[in-house]
């Protein structure tokens, strides 16, 4: 009885050491003010839109950006499109923007592409499936003026498997965003990247990632702290922009297996270690569920379980026990390893692809 009660003290007590730095750090990086009176102009911004076969969800974006009073240059740049993304975006833009088609192939060349016609000092991609709120620009121009501003992105869901992989993804967002705040910043999405435009161009000669397809946030994040470039973390409810998570199992194992693809040599000592740190925490906790249910100690199993739940629950919704702490996510919960090991299996046998393209591992 002594061993089991152990087992399960150390394996939880080991979890929520982990929960709580990364509640502890995110909380500080919420609370932080980045606010700043001589911030950017909204003259000095371009947006660039890469987008390929976007149809489906490129009219959200658009009509975003028809609701914004001032809006700075929208430059789309078409990655080879073959439906009918081009046709809606210039039958339903009301606002200035440039729609030019990229001459290579892949999301890195189309940027580097669309960044020849920009003429402001600061640049801000963004997703073509993304949603922006009314208020993003305004708060845009309060920030403090850093090479590279990695701004937050969210999930939406419109099903349980979607559920899922928003859930899945806001544990992985809220972990590394609390390590970048506390060490240093190592990843960020393109979604919603703001940066200065002669960084950008100066962090590019020295990467040497260009044969990969995707990965070009990570990249130039990685470079950009590597050559000791200013990038900030902002975590701001009116910067968030939203997308739509993967709707089905295998869209969001391929989805998930690319960004595997291009972290899996992460040059950071540190990131490495904090990673390694997260795995067992993982490894720990579900091994002591199955150890629990093996010797039939079937409630303490399930209040390892619950405990679990809890603190997931308190770092991806900020609070415990609240409306996300439910019986859906505990589901997710008992789901969890089994879909670590599909991903596995999915990243070494599965090249996985990008709009139709297989992409490239590193």
């Known amino acids: 009885m002594f061993k089991e009660w152990f087992i399960a003290l150390v394996s939880t007590a080991f979890y929520a050491g982990i929960t709580y730095f990364i509640h502890r750090n995110f909380k500080k990086l919420r609370n932080q003010q980045v606010i700043n009176s001589n911030g950017i102009k909204i003259s000095d911004l371009t947006i660039i839109v890469p987008f390929r076969n976007e149809e489906k969800c490129i009219s959200q974006l658009i009509n975003c950006f028809n609701e914004i009073a001032e809006l700075p240059l929208v430059v789309f740049i078409d990655d080879h499109s073959e439906d009918a993304s081009r046709e809606l975006i210039q039958e339903k833009s009301d606002f200035n923007f440039q729609l030019i088609r990229a001459e290579k192939t892949g999301k890195k060349n189309a940027l580097v592409e669309a960044m020849t016609r920009v003429e402001t000092p600061f640049v801000v991609t963004l997703d073509a499936d993304v949603v922006v709120p009314k208020t993003y620009f305004e708060s845009i ?3 403090e ?3 590279i501003s990695i701004l937050p992105v969210e999930m939406t869901s419109k099903n349980w498997i979607s559920s899922f992989y928003r859930w899945e ?3 992985q967002r809220v972990a590394w965003a ?4 506390a060490k240093q910043p190592i990843t960020g999405s393109g979604a919603n990247l703001l940066f200065r435009k002669s960084a950008y161009e100066e962090i590019n000669s020295y990467r040497n990632d260009w044969h990969l397809a995707s990965g070009d946030d990570h990249f130039l994040i990685q470079e950009a702290v590597k050559q000791k470039y200013s990038v900030q973390l902002v975590e701001q409810a009116d910067l968030t922009v939203k997308t739509p998570a993967p709707s089905t199992f295998f869209e969001g194992l391929n989805q998930r297996a690319r960004w ?4 899996q040599f992460q040059p950071n000592t540190g990131a490495n270690g904090f990673a ?3 795995l067992i925490g993982q490894v720990l906790i579900y091994s002591s ?4 249910l093996l010797h039939q100690y079937y409630w303490l199993a399930l209040g390892v379980l619950l405990v679990k739940t809890d603190l997931d629950g308190w770092i991806t919704t900020y ?3 609240n409306q996300e702490t439910t019986f859906k996510v505990w589901l997710f919960e008992l789901f969890y390893p089994i879909y670590l090991l599909f991903l596995i299996g999915f990243f070494l046998f599965v090249t996985p692809d990008w709009k139709g393209r297989k992409t490239k591992k590193p």
């Not at 569920?289 to 629990?292: A, Q, R, V």
């Open 141 to 143: 121009c309060r920030l």
């Open 276 to 278: 390694i740190l997260l």
């Open 260 to 263: 595997l693809g291009k972290t």
């Open 169 to 171: 993804y806001q544990l």
């Open 289 to 292: 569920i199955i150890f629990l």
């Open 145 to 147: 003026q850093k090479d």
């Open 319 to 321: 609070k415990f026990m």
């Open 178 to 181: 609390s390590y970048g705040f």
